[in-house]
């Protein structure tokens, strides 16, 4: 006998948080959400692994407005934290509890760098229930008084494999360091490494291990192609023009190692014909969100990239992933894909 295939219902979410689930369009939960989000509501530490693309955000955004729905955050004291490795996912979560949290008087607000302080400055006076943010604004904003730590309740740490990668773990642990013993933490990671479950260690209790993929494991319905090119720079990027004439490419994300061969490829493609742009940590915030929304509308057909592009973006509609270099590690090249 065939098992029923689990529904939002069957999960123990609110009637206004499943009114807004399926104003969303969501009809079944994915096995991340499935696993996660019952035991999200029973108050457990969990640490969660899945691919990018998976539904991990939804697996703690929904459950987490669900715990706030009771009560009200005092001033400039957020009573739920949101770490995120970069401006972009920041955003993205936004976005999704704005969407989730419709029927909620619940309030959100968003600290990335690239982004006008003062006005981040603002929507704390707003008093909101959660902070999403990236960990270098959140640090300035604590240390210049302009919100207080103390009375978070839950804090989350998103793509924790990237924050290692990229640096933030120092910064991740000062803000640790700050928040009450007493709180519930969700960790979630497309890989979990050895340097992850020690983190684990360090900021969860006794905390539940939700994992829908092994460690740098690749989706099944990704097919794959290895081409050798020669080192010559310009010879290597004719190689990648007869890869992208010979695909019927529709849209295409071309990750580069570093920032400065990300320009020369881009200029290299336009020059050919290609309708290319660019997208790295360098970039103003206003432009990389620009770009962004170009690439997700369909207006640029080539995103020439490094890996900030490549962890936990909803990006839909790419047909072809290039690696024009080699990825440093397994586990970017899992995200990338």
Known sequence: MTERRKNFEDLGLSPKLLKAVNGAGYKFPTPIQEKSIPLVLMGRDLMGCAQTGTGKTASFSLPVIDILSE???RARMPRALILSPTRELAQQISDNFTSYSKFNDLGHAVLIGGESMPDQERSLLKNPDVVIATPGRLLDMFERGKLMLGGIKILVIDEADRMLDMGFIPDVQRIVASLP???????FSATMGAEIRELANA????PKEVSV???ASIAQTVKHMMVSAPKSPKEKRAVLRRLIGNED??????FC????DISILCDSLRRHGFDSDELHGNMSQHKRTETLSLYKTGKIKFLVCSDVAGRGLDIEGVSHVFNFDIPNNAESYVHRI
Do not use: C, D, E, Y
Request: hydrophobic residues 45%; positive net charge.
């Open 71 to 73: 009560g009200r955050a």
């Open 181 to 187: 013993r007493i709180r519930q933490t969700l960790l």
């Open 203 to 206: 900021f969860l209790i006794n």
């Open 213 to 215: 993929a092994p460690p």
């Open 249 to 254: 490419v529709k849209s295409a994300l071309v």
């Open 257 to 260: 190692n570093r920032k400065k």
